[in-house]
């Protein structure tokens, strides 16, 4: 039988936990469901996990493919974990491994066709949570998206996280100069001004800015 509790909703400040701790709980659990989705749908096709990680981020890359050490980085993979996978997309024929040009001690990775055509089809996971956010209004999506930089942003400083090629992080990135207060950010890799809902976690033509000048426009960005 339930107890007793007062009339008055004072009861819940000793019985829940603090609210930022629940919201991690809530990330827990979400990341558990796409990951358990994600992992479904490379059993199926006859990949672990990590091979299936690495299909889609090369896939993000585009025609130019990546270096093995790039695919290491943003995965937080070691490099053995990251030539062993590799080695078997390659030998599936998903993948192919050429010398960088650029650096003869390393190599490029890019996809086959039929390497594409299998990350579409693993990505259909990710259409369906990206369906379920876009249920949530405009100004709901670019908030979280705001939060979550914010979250990404703090965390990159801790060991172990992986670094993000984001905005905020960027040497490019002018908050709050465009005088347009549509599209209140600058660009200045691209001479554009942009908005809120634009900032990007993964952009390929990042440059790390020096971390107190990163700090610096992170203040700013939040207290407009």
């Known amino acids: 039988?339930?107890?007793?509790?007062?009339?008055?909703?004072?009861?819940?400040?000793?019985?829940?936990?603090?609210?930022?701790?629940?919201?991690?709980?809530?990330?827990?659990?979400?990341s558990v469901g796409m990951r358990r989705f994600a992992w479904d749908r490379a059993a199926a096709a006859g990949l672990t996990p990590t091979q299936a990680e690495i299909l889609r981020c090369i896939e993000r890359a585009g025609a130019r493919g990546l270096r093995m050490r790039e695919v290491a980085a943003e995965l937080a993979?070691?490099?053995p974990t990251?030539?062993?996978?590799?080695?078997?997309?390659?030998?599936?024929?998903?993948?192919?491994?050429?010398?960088?040009?650029?650096?003869?001690?390393?190599?490029?990775?890019?996809l086959t066709k039929s390497g594409a055509l299998l990350s579409t089809e693993l990505s259909e996971w990710f259409s369906a949570v990206s369906g379920a956010v876009a249920e949530l209004p405009d100004k709901?999506?670019?908030?979280?998206?705001r939060m979550l930089i914010q979250v990404l942003s703090t965390l990159q400083t801790s060991e172990g996280m992986p670094t993000l090629k984001m905005c905020v992080s960027c040497r490019h990135f002018a908050p709050h100069s465009s005088g347009d207060p549509a599209y209140p950010h600058?660009?200045?890799l691209?001479?554009?001004?942009?908005?809120?809902?634009?900032?990007?976690?993964?952009?390929?033509?990042?440059?790390?800015?020096p971390d107190d000048v990163s700090r610096e426009r992170w203040v700013r960005l939040r207290r407009k």
Request: net charge negative; hydrophobic share 35%.
């Open 1 to 30: 039988m339930p107890r007793s509790l007062p009339p008055s909703g004072s009861a819940f400040e000793k019985l829940s936990s603090k609210v930022h701790v629940r919201v991690v709980e809530a990330l827990l659990k979400l």
């Open 77 to 79: 993979l070691s490099a």
């Open 82 to 110: 990251t030539t062993d996978a590799v080695s078997a997309l390659v030998s599936k024929g998903y993948v192919t491994r050429e010398s960088d040009e650029n650096d003869r001690r390393g190599f490029r990775v890019q």
């Open 140 to 145: 709901d999506e670019e908030e979280l998206l």
């Open 186 to 188: 600058r660009c200045e």
């Open 190 to 209: 691209v001479g554009s001004a942009f908005a809120d809902r634009h900032l990007r976690i993964d952009c390929r033509e990042q440059e790390p800015a």
